[in-house]
């Protein structure tokens, strides 16, 4: 069965940092991209960060660019997103998902990640002072 879970987030002061980790089990995340999303209380779920395999590329929506940096720990079969800089407004659930693809097009992936499959149950990243 495949599974990707979440974990990593709390209570943070602005500015401070997390270290998110997105498991696996039931696959092996270095042959797939891998997206992290987020979702803030009121408003819709966004992606915010995509790798593709290899490590070569790396996208990252523009409200967290020079911020954040998602990466892999290939011998745990994990993705992570490392972020730093924290504002109140990065309050959110955090999720990730993982897509096959054969182009790497980070906005179409992204997409099609959000589209399918089910979620996992996140986990909760606060900013606040």
């Known amino acids: 069965q495949v599974q990707l879970v979440e974990s990593g987030g709390g209570l943070v002061h602005p500015g401070g940092s997390l270290n998110l980790s997105c498991a696996a089990s039931g696959l092996t995340l270095d042959h797939y991209a891998v997206g992290w999303f987020r979702q803030a209380p009121g408003k819709e779920r966004e992606g915010i960060s995509c790798?593709?395999?290899?490590?070569?590329?790396?996208y990252y929506v523009d409200s967290v660019k020079g911020r954040f940096t998602i990466g892999r720990d290939h011998e745990k079969n994990e993705v992570f997103l490392q972020m730093t800089g924290l504002k109140p407004e990065d309050t959110a659930v955090y999720y990730c998902?993982?897509?096959?693809?054969?182009?790497?097009?980070?906005?179409?992936?992204?997409?099609?990640?959000?589209?399918?499959?089910?979620w996992g149950q996140g986990t909760q990243v606060t900013v606040s002072s």
């Open positions: 998902k993982a897509r096959y693809y054969t182009h790497f097009n980070p906005i179409q992936l992204i997409d099609a990640m959000a589209s399918s499959g089910p």
């Open positions: 790798i593709s395999r290899g490590d070569s590329d790396t």
